[in-house]
């Protein structure tokens, strides 16, 4: 069983030069449970992870781990990003052994490890892969196994999934429910998508438009173990409804002020929304 942490934003803003990308940020991350960061587009999303991970540095507040002052990266703390970072010279297998082997671990247990994770993750048979002789599906399963052979406290994934296509997309959630509900970690997952967020997450931390607060944190009590039929229940189309009207607001903010037609392009989305959830109710439409 992989170590559960806690991580806490108490009161932490964020400058870059004359800009102001987090204000007075408060937010918990629970042990072994994960949660999402949605926000529109730009609200600095990225800048929070880059914090936990201790890439940057508060310019005031602080960022605790299990009640440490976070100051600096770690192996505690890994980060799967937006574009894959794998090395293209080293095989599939290799490139997963990296972490524990720079870390002058044993080679077999290394690999015996290595090898277990990418069964589970369905890339038994392409350990002597290298990176562009593989899907970008694979390469993202890779990558996420290259994270969590290391056993870190805190996972960050940050829209890992983006620019893969829909039914890639799909099989990626169900391969990160599947490592993660066997073995829950603290885990904070960027994405814009609300409906991706609903399908991981345990809670949705809504983030407002920059300088970036926390808005409010949505539970989400779907069952574990979840399966795509959960996207057409009732009490999806319920928690996709208060999520999408407790991100309208900011949503309208973040586009560029002028811009016509921005508010009833916003508005006619959540109204679609909203009696997509309704529908999955069992309610009438008006």
Do not use: H
């Amino acid at each position: 069983m992989m170590p559960r942490s806690q991580v806490e934003f108490r009161n932490v803003t964020k400058r870059f030069g004359e800009k102001t990308v987090l204000a007075d940020c408060n937010l918990s991350l629970s042990p072994g449970l994960l949660t999402a960061l949605v926000g529109p587009s730009g609200c600095g999303k990225t800048t929070m992870i880059d914090l936990i991970a201790g890439y940057e540095t508060p310019s005031e507040g602080q960022i605790l781990l299990d009640g440490q002052l976070v100051q600096g990266p770690g192996w505690d703390r890994l980060v799967v990003f937006q574009e894959t970072a794998l090395f293209p010279w080293k095989s599939t297998l290799r490139n997963v052994m990296f972490g524990p082997m720079n870390r002058k671990l044993k080679d077999r247990d290394v690999q015996q490890r290595a090898r277990a994770l990418l069964a589970k993750l369905g890339l038994e048979g392409f350990e002597t892969k290298y990176p562009n002789q593989i899907s970008g599906g694979m390469q993202r399963r890779a990558e996420l196994a290259r994270a969590l052979i290391n056993s870190p406290k805190v996972m960050l994934l940050d829209e890992p999934f983006r620019g893969l296509d829909a039914m890639t997309r799909e099989l990626m959630q169900e391969y990160l429910l599947r490592v993660f509900e066997e073995e829950p970690i603290t885990t904070a997952f960027v994405t814009t998508e609300i409906e991706e967020a609903i399908f991981l997450a345990d809670k949705i931390a809504l983030l407002t438009n920059v300088p970036c607060r926390v808005k409010r944190v949505i539970d989400v009590d779907l069952p574990r173990p979840r399966t795509l039929k959960m996207l057409s229940s009732a009490r999806f189309g319920s928690i996709q409804t208060e999520v999408l009207e407790s991100s309208l607001e900011e949503a309208r903010k973040s586009f560029a002020d002028g811009l016509v037609g921005t508010a009833e392009l916003v508005e006619a989305y959540s109204q679609a929304t909203r009696d997509r959830g309704r529908a999955a109710r069992g309610d009438g439409l008006d």
